[in-house]
């Protein structure tokens, strides 16, 4: 320090969340004042400050990032969400087509030939019909929910569960 010509020096950590951030300098070089108590306590202040000031800088900045990142990724989800349902209404829509025939055949059958099959083969028409219907039900309510799930909040009343509930 005397070889710089220094005469008095404070250095005042900057510290912040129990983090040091570094550290704040000040230096008489020229003058034959040297710093007193009251000096170092403002300098503590100061760096204080400083440090709390730039913590909070760095939160910023750190939260901002987050915050860009979260809504990326919502885009993202909102994309793949949205051919999802694309996705599902298609098959729901295109698997009908497919479906009616095996029930419309599975009729002609059971009515043209039923009386000719034993009751193990009219059993197995019956399970043909069955699991059509079941299976049109189902891409029905598949239909269903991706048109339920493309509804927005806006322009739907507002519904009081408690009345609802009462009514049950």
């Not at 912040?16 to 034959?32: H, I, K, Q, W, Y």
Request: hydrophobic share 45%; proline share 2%; glycine share 6%.
């Amino acid at each position: 320090i005397r070889k710089l010509g220094l005469q008095s020096v404070i250095v005042a950590p900057l510290v912040a969340n129990a983090r040091t951030l570094g550290a704040l300098s000040f230096v008489m070089a020229e003058s034959s004042r040297r710093y007193t108590h009251a000096d170092l306590g403002f300098a503590e202040e100061l760096a204080g400050r400083a440090a709390t000031a730039v913590e909070n800088a760095r939160l910023y900045t750190e939260s901002k990032r987050a915050a860009e990142a979260l809504q990326r990724s919502n885009e993202e989800l909102q994309r793949a969400n949205e051919d999802l349902n694309q996705f599902a209404y298609s098959a729901s829509h295109d698997l009908q087509e497919p479906l009616r025939m095996v029930a419309i055949f599975s009729q002609i059958l059971s009515r043209k030939y039923g009386h000719q099959l034993d009751a193990e083969g009219q059993k197995y028409v019956g399970f043909m019909l069955q699991g059509a219907r079941r299976m049109e039900m189902l891409l029905k309510d598949l239909l269903a929910y991706t048109q339920i799930v493309n509804y927005t909040a806006e322009g739907l009343p507002l519904v009081d569960a408690n009345a609802v509930f009462e009514k049950s």
